[in-house]
């Protein structure tokens, strides 16, 4: 699944002209899309409706994806492993909409969700000139900073009173340019559709990031607003045949963070000094929770997402090292860092402004590298991995941050982001104290190991128990995990947090100052001197290669295109497009064993289906984390798929696009009617995404018979 951290692949002549971009590279802004790429490959050209339509038909989800608006009557569509965190907060014990599945025949039948919140993006401004204004060059780092975050947060806030609309004030080309993203914002989410894990998961960890697929990895959500169903001006109708082999498809989403336009230096540094140690702490946590979901099929529920997700990260974070392990990817990114850096210092101009930026990049690694360890514990909190200890800290953060003027706030506690932030802190999802506890004690061990168990804040962390005993005790007494007990404590301001007794929100207390003072050593000695140095490289990359650059992802809305084909992998023709044949054929050939299991409804299903349905296919679409979800259009910005993965070699796409094997995988839009007609029994639902009925659809009640998920949630659904 595409949950993943990205250079730039344009090379340069020595001179100043550039090259043109690798086929179908980009994670373009929609104020900035590739019209003449388009024009030129594809000879495709839209106005500018065409492009306002398909943005505005685009979704945001807070949980980390994307998705779109299908239907005149907000239905929303989106992957199952996107919508597994607010499945698996409207599960409960005997009742998991993960491994289950859910499907509301009429609209009362919708669930709502605990916590979620979706974006849809309504405007974008330049706001560059001012926050460069606020922050004249020469600034020193500290003072830089500050100002810059004053200006961000009051070019927010005015905007959202001014507006009513989340107002996001983005940086893109890490500092040469900032937008303000203006979203119109829904809470009101209610679950309509989720296939079971085995089918939108089918082949499990061995087959992510693999290809062929066999995957139906969607979920359905209904947008409502005063209590009913959301009419959106924009969505997206449905294509008649889908996709095929040759076909040109678009990609609208919110690809979550590339490392594309790094330095050479920072690649580096990330490559042997911070992936390692993030994928020791993955792999950690990957033990940890398969070892408690393996002691009960309860166990095995609460920690289903989070593990899942852990996986998923670990496999990614391996593939994007492998890319920067490999000789030929680093010397493309040397030989285009020294092409720049050339024409940079052929220019008088150009030279005096930015020459430097290279070596003030590396300077702010060597500071990264001597506080990572001392972030990642207090900051990240990898030293209390648990949701009290992040509840807590949030607890007394806010009220700390809320005492203050807007302008001097942390970026998460400013005006314009308090609705979103307090729908969090004031949910009501499950916190299960047993997985709390191992995780807490595991981290605590981590933090011990790794300072040195008689460090003193160590020591002060611990009060003389082991991890284990230490997070045993805070997670049995702390009552953070009480929704109302929060709003309570919170509501008494700074006095009751200073005077509360809670352990896990005197933990944080006590860990607080230490946490800040190495964010602000970050903020100010890392993050602005890498602000300020790749704002000049960015000047300088739009003095040599004009505006027809694409920023890093930032998880925002960006366009990405490409064509349905396949690819060659060692020695065999991939084909670009499987069918639900191979899909019956993969499980026959494992004899229908875990991760290769259908659904009992699949396996009864059968002979109702047509087997040369497609069902997965792959493109050359430019995608990463955070577009899972992503509507594919066609040429008429009709669906004809959902992105849910990319293949192995689309991994290095972290750093460097290359289409000559990677690919971006989808979900075909024919085989989700296809299952929804005929496996699962939602005619309703395809008629709606679809415009037409079908008589030969099977009945509901024999698909989700009696003492089904869809049967039992009602109580749920009024707790939501």
């Known amino acids: 699944m595409i949950q993943r951290a990205i250079l730039?692949?344009?090379?340069?002549?020595?001179?100043?002209?550039?090259?043109?971009?690798?086929?179908?590279?980009?994670?373009?802004?929609?104020?900035?899309?590739?019209?003449?790429?388009?024009?030129?490959?594809?000879?495709?050209?839209?106005?500018?409706?065409?492009?306002?339509?398909?943005?505005?038909?685009?979704?945001?989800?807070?949980?980390?994806?994307?998705?779109?608006?299908?239907?005149?009557d907000g239905l929303v569509m989106t992957n199952h492993h996107v919508g597994a965190d607010a499945l698996a907060k409207m599960s409960g014990e005997g009742n998991d909409l993960i491994k289950d599945g859910f499907y509301a025949t009429t609209h009362d039948k919708e669930i709502k969700c605990?916590?979620?919140?979706?974006?849809?993006?309504?405007?974008?401004?330049?706001?560059?000139?001012?926050?460069?204004?606020?922050?004249?060059?020469?600034?020193?780092?500290?003072?830089?900073?500050?100002?810059?975050?004053?200006?961000?947060?009051?070019?927010?806030?005015?905007?959202?009173?001014?507006?009513?609309?989340?107002?996001?004030?983005?940086?893109?080309?890490?500092?040469?340019?900032?937008?303000?993203?203006?979203?119109?914002?829904?809470?009101?989410?209610?679950?309509?559709?989720?296939?079971?894990?085995?089918?939108?998961?089918?082949?499990?960890?061995?087959?992510?990031?693999?290809?062929?697929r066999f995957d139906l990895d969607v979920c359905f959500f209904r947008v409502y607003e005063n209590g009913k169903p959301v009419k959106p001006e924009h969505y997206l109708k449905w294509s008649v045949g889908g996709v095929k082999e040759g076909d040109l498809a678009f990609v609208a989403g919110h690809p979550g963070h590339t490392d594309r336009l790094n330095t050479v230096a920072h690649l580096e540094t990330l490559r042997d000094f911070v992936f390692p140690k993030m994928l020791t702490r993955l792999r950690r946590m990957e033990v940890l929770l398969a070892n408690f979901g393996e002691r009960s099929e309860e166990n095995e529920r609460r920690a289903k997402d989070e593990?899942?997700?852990?996986?998923?990260?670990?496999?990614?974070?391996?593939?994007?090292?492998a890319g920067l392990q490999d000789p030929a990817v680093m010397k493309k990114c040397k030989d285009e860092e020294a092409a720049l850096k050339k024409a940079v210092l052929a220019d008088p101009k150009l030279k005096a402004s930015c020459g430097g930026a290279w070596d003030q990049v590396e300077a702010s690694m060597k500071v990264w590298k001597e506080i990572y360890p001392e972030y990642a514990a207090l900051e990240a909190a990898t030293a209390f991995q648990c949701r009290s200890f992040g509840i807590a800290r949030s607890i007394v953060r806010y009220a700390e941050e809320t005492a203050k003027?807007?302008?001097?706030?942390?970026?998460?506690?400013?005006?314009?982001?308090?609705?979103?932030?307090?729908?969090?802190?004031?949910?009501?999802?499950?916190?299960?104290?047993?997985?709390?506890?191992?995780?807490l004690a595991d981290s605590l061990s981590f933090y011990a190991e790794t300072f040195g168990y008689d460090d003193p804040t160590?020591?002060?962390?611990?009060?003389?128990?082991?991890?284990?005993?230490?997070?045993?005790?805070?997670?049995?007494?702390?009552?953070?995990?009480?929704?109302?007990?929060?709003?309570?404590?919170?509501a008494g301001g700074k006095k009751a947090i200073e005077d509360s007794k809670d352990p896990m929100i005197e933990l944080a207390r006590l860990v607080d100052p230490l946490a800040r003072k190495v964010r602000t050593r970050y903020e100010q000695d890392v993050e602005e001197p890498q602000r300020q140095a790749y704002g000049k490289i960015a000047e300088a990359?739009?003095?040599?290669?004009?505006?027809?650059?694409?920023?890093?992802?930032?998880?925002?809305?960006?366009?990405?295109?490409?064509?349905?084909?396949?690819?060659?992998?060692?020695?065999?023709?991939?084909?670009?497009?499987?069918?639900?044949?191979?899909l019956y054929e993969r499980s026959a050939e494992h004899k229908n064993r875990v991760p290769y299991n259908l659904p009992q409804r699949w396996l009864d299903k059968k002979s109702t289906l047509?087997?040369?349905?497609?069902?997965?296919?792959?493109?050359?679409?430019?995608?990463?984390?955070?577009?899972?979800?992503?509507?594919?259009?066609?040429?008429?910005?009709?669906?004809?798929?959902?992105?849910?993965?990319?293949?192995?070699?689309?991994?290095?796409?972290?750093?460097v696009y290359d289409s000559a094997q990677g690919r971006a995988t989808a979900v075909h839009s024919e085989a989700l009617i296809e299952a929804l007609r005929r496996v699962y029994g939602a005619g309703a639902l395809a008629d709606e995404l679809t415009g037409k009925k079908s008589d030969s659809e099977a009945n509901a009640e024999q698909a989700w018979p009696a003492g089904s998920p869809r049967r039992n949630l009602g109580s749920r659904r009024e707790r939501g």
Do not use: C
């Open 541 to 582: 990359r739009f003095a040599v290669f004009g505006t027809n650059v694409y920023p890093d992802a930032t998880f925002t809305l960006r366009l990405a295109y490409g064509d349905v084909k396949g690819y060659k992998e060692g020695g065999r023709q991939i084909p670009a497009i499987t069918t639900f044949k191979g």
């Open 458 to 490: 160590v020591q002060r962390v611990l009060r003389g128990k082991s991890p284990q005993a230490r997070a045993e005790e805070l997670i049995a007494a702390t009552k953070v995990d009480d929704a109302e007990y929060r709003k309570k404590l919170s």
């Open 610 to 655: 047509d087997m040369n349905t497609p069902m997965n296919f792959v493109f050359t679409a430019d995608i990463i984390g955070g577009n899972s979800g992503s509507p594919v259009v066609n040429r008429n910005n009709e669906v004809v798929g959902l992105i849910f993965d990319g293949n192995i070699q689309s991994l290095v796409w972290d750093f």
């Open 8 to 72: 730039m692949a344009t090379a340069i002549t020595i001179g100043a002209a550039a090259l043109p971009l690798s086929a179908d590279e980009g994670m373009w802004l929609f104020t900035n899309p590739p019209k003449k790429q388009l024009k030129e490959k594809y000879g495709f050209e839209a106005n500018d409706a065409w492009y306002d339509h398909l943005r505005q038909s685009a979704v945001r989800f807070n949980s980390g994806g994307s998705g779109s608006f299908v239907s005149p």
């Open 114 to 212: 605990v916590d979620l919140e979706l974006n849809v993006l309504m405007s974008i401004e330049d706001v560059t000139a001012k926050v460069k204004a606020a922050v004249p060059d020469g600034t020193p780092a500290a003072d830089a900073e500050k100002a810059r975050r004053a200006v961000m947060n009051a070019i927010e806030k005015e905007s959202t009173d001014k507006t009513g609309l989340r107002s996001d004030v983005i940086t893109l080309y890490h500092g040469g340019v900032y937008h303000l993203y203006r979203y119109k914002k829904y809470t009101d989410i209610r679950l309509v559709f989720a296939p079971e894990q085995d089918i939108a998961f089918f082949g499990g960890d061995p087959d992510n990031f693999e290809f062929p």
């Open 307 to 321: 593990l899942f997700s852990i996986k998923n990260s670990r496999k990614a974070r391996l593939g994007g090292l």
């Open 405 to 439: 003027p807007n302008a001097d706030r942390l970026r998460e506690y400013r005006d314009s982001n308090l609705d979103s932030f307090k729908q969090q802190l004031y949910s009501t999802a499950p916190i299960y104290k047993d997985l709390e506890t191992i995780k």
